[in-house]
């Protein structure tokens, strides 16, 4: 066919250069399953080249092309960079190149210090923890009374976090000594912590009323998560129709619309932690985790249901497609 057909249009940018549709780095072995599932659902879509990056390729031919632009691609999802720094120069240099970032690193990094999403919850309605915000230990290594005051008023045991953490990483759960919650932020010494109070479930259907719910690419879902044993268990078509779901849904959009408000664009996927105590409140426990868990359940007894890791997928694949240049 020659000529130009008038009536054609896509959303893809025309370039000479070599075209990868979605980059993936990544530093974590168990994310293999999340690529290979999103290589499998790309089939007979506008996706037609994910490729994926991990530091053994960080000093051969495909990362030089890819730091210089001699290779297009339309978009990038770091799941590496926040774990090894060796992946920031990739980083850098695909927003130069104007590659659409999933997840940029200047808004999650906002969106997931729970020191100051702490207080814009509250500001939206959202109940929390009873909460105390520590200094790091590096601004103040030797708790003062002011907070010392603070402390004692939360009930023991309480719970200890790290303000920046992520996976359970930093956590100490049962917190019964004020001087043991002054000299645990050395580890993590550089970051602010937070006390909080010990929330207890409500028990449904024999089940602990803790959940994970999740927003990505404009798609909202919720999951059971035991958070004493850590295994997931999908909502029954019956769950859904509850209005306790509902209320995980809203609330998960409601984080969800704070964020936006507080960086200036929706953080592209996210994860939240949400439990029921005994009055029937929600709250939310953990406020916002940008590199949600993805191995499936089918390989990993911990999980997450696969259900879910494929509808994850295709939404991504989705979103890309409507999207990227």
């Known amino acids: 066919m ?108 906002k969106a997931c210090d729970k020191s100051q999403m702490h207080y814009k919850l509250i500001d939206a309605g ?44 930093g956590v100490h759960r049962f917190v019964r000594s004020l001087d043991y919650a002054s000299q645990a932020r050395k580890e993590w010494a550089w970051d602010r912590y937070l006390a909080q109070e010990k929330i207890v479930p409500r028990f449904l259907s024999g089940s602990r009323c803790w959940f994970r719910a999740y927003s990505f690419f404009g798609r909202f879902d919720a999951v059971w998560w035991n958070d004493e044993t850590k295994i997931y268990k999908s909502p029954s078509a019956q769950d859904r129709n509850e209005p306790w779901f509902q209320v995980l849904i809203h609330i998960t959009k409601t984080i969800s619309e704070v964020i936006e408000q507080a960086t200036g664009k929706r953080l592209d996927y996210f994860s939240t932690e949400i439990a029921m105590d005994k009055h029937d409140q929600f709250i939310v426990i953990d406020y916002v985790n940008d590199q949600i868990d993805l191995r499936p359940k089918s390989k990993h007894f911990d999980g997450v249901p696969d259900g879910l890791v494929e509808e994850v997928a295709m939404a991504l694949i989705d979103f890309i497609s409507k999207t990227s240049n």
């Open 126 to 169: 959202i109940h929390v923890p009873n909460s105390v915000i520590l200094p790091s230990f590096d601004h103040m290594p030797k708790l003062d009374e002011y907070h010392l005051s603070k402390l004692r008023h939360l009930p023991s045991p309480f719970i200890l976090k790290p303000a920046n953490g992520g996976g359970g990483e």
């Open 2 to 109: 020659t000529g130009e057909d008038p009536t054609f249009s896509t959303n893809f940018q025309i370039t000479s250069k070599p075209v990868i549709d979605l980059l993936i780095a990544w530093d974590w072995e168990f994310d293999l399953d999340f690529i290979n599932t999103l290589k499998r659902k790309s089939k007979d879509t506008p996706l037609k080249k994910i490729e994926d990056i991990t530091v053994y390729d960080l000093d051969g031919e495909f990362y030089q092309r890819l730091i210089h632009h001699e290779i297009h691609v339309r978009a990038f999802l770091d799941r590496a960079s926040d774990a090894n720094p060796q992946f920031l120069p990739l980083y850098k240099s695909l927003c130069d190149s104007g590659t659409q970032i999933i997840n940029p690193i200047e808004v999650s990094s």
